[in-house]
């Protein structure tokens, strides 16, 4: 049986909110959720294909791809890692005398007033210059700074590519800021988030919580965390009205749900599939809940592994836990190797640096990779998938939102099956695959180069 050993390198950085900062340790700063397979590139946007081609199949199918592919780069026409370096740089020049206000938080100080031209003007600038001296004081000035220090180690720590828990320089940063909001600024909207983002989903700060959607019940950010936390207590019911109200404000989009759909839909039977963070895991789980889409499929959170309550509640589930609490691509890597005698599915949103200590095990399937410490045949799951299973509307339908960033996903599985294909002489196949392997090129504005898959 022919083996296909998949490590991508693709530059299709996707962009999500908290992007405050560039992380010490990686100048590539990845999103609090990667949007596309393996993103990561340090020098070329672009994506590349590398096989290993270790054994024939007893039927004569094999699962490989052309030489060609391997040298082929793919560049995004949104040019997202450009947007997101621009963004960082933004921050980098951030003053704590800027003079529009902070809106996250609520934190900011009053813009510089002009020459008055009435009464009512002067009286107005006095009363802007006594705001201006009262925010240029030590202790408004302290407070940004705290609130500052606070955003930039938890973005430094939601933004890694190969960890999701915070390094104890990050956690020794956010846990200062947090003192001094308690100690300084108590009952706050600040004093009480900043707590419970501290503590990674710690189940036991959940008041903490809703102490802050009580003071901001529309803050996008709080919505989020309190998702997040019912689908880690098991509460759907609660979970999903939130999801919903992220859902009608576009933080997820159809496009997301689209993809979402297709990639539970990739799931064997009763299998785990493994996602990174709130994007990704937020569709899958309200395409599964509300739209019963593949009610089997168990969906696990790296970025939620960090909760003590979630971890608790996969070891009841018979999965077996490294015993180590940081969340990087050591503890996937352990996670996978301990239950490989389960079903295991990757998402092809995670980081590629989670899938290089295990790319001898890891075989394409749909929009996931299969976990697998012995070879599999993909090729015969992936032709049922493109056949019967999988809608690919994300595809060949216009969304025109942030889930054309995950058209890419597709080309591991279209691209294997198209040279199965065309060592069968199916052309019929081969060319409505053609078809679709032409159409994410034309999703992401580079035919062309997406062309050369089919040249060969």
Sequence with gaps: MQRLIFVFILGFAATSFGQNNVPAENTNSEPTNSGTVNNGVTNNSGYQFNTINNANSENGNFNALPDSVRTYKYESPAKEEEELKQKESTVKTKKVTETQPRTLFSI?????????KTASEDLNLEMDLKEEEKADSPVIQQQVQMQERFEDNQYRSNSQYSRRSASPEEQWNMDASVG????????????????????????????????????????????KQQAAYHIITNESDLALPVIK?????KVVSQGQLTYANDLLLSGEEATILIMHGFEDMFAVYYMQQNN????????????????????????AKNLVLPASTVIDTAYL????????????????????????????????????FRYSVTPIDNYSVNYSLWKETL?????????????????????PM?????????????????????KAILKIGEKTNNPDKVKKYIDK
């Design 108 to 116: 900011g100080t009053p813009a510089k007033a002009t020459a008055p």
């Design 180 to 223: 001094y909001y308690n100690a300084v600024l108590p009952n706050t909207f600040e004093s009480h988030f900043y707590t419970y983002l501290a503590g990674h989903y710690n189940t036991d700060l959940y008041p903490e919580l809703q102490a802050a959607a009580a003071l901001q019940p529309e803050n996008t950010e709080v919505k």
């Design 245 to 249: 109200e992220l859902i009608d404000a």
């Design 292 to 315: 019963a889409v593949r009610e089997d499929v168990q969906l696990l959170s790296l970025d939620f592994m960090q909760s003590e309550t979630y971890r608790a509640g996969w070891a």
């Design 333 to 368: 890597a352990e996670l996978c190797q301990l239950n490989s005698d389960k079903s295991l599915q990757l998402s092809m949103t995670i980081p590629k640096d989670y899938f290089v200590p295990m790319k001898n095990n890891l075989y394409p399937i749909g929009l996931t």
């Design 391 to 411: 809608k690919f509307k994300l595809i060949n339908e216009a969304s025109n939102d942030s889930g054309d960033k995950w058209c890419p996903n597709y080309l």
């Design 414 to 434: 279209l691209v294997s099956l198209r040279k199965q294909l065309v060592l069968q002489g199916n052309t019929t196949e081969e060319e409505a695959v053609n």
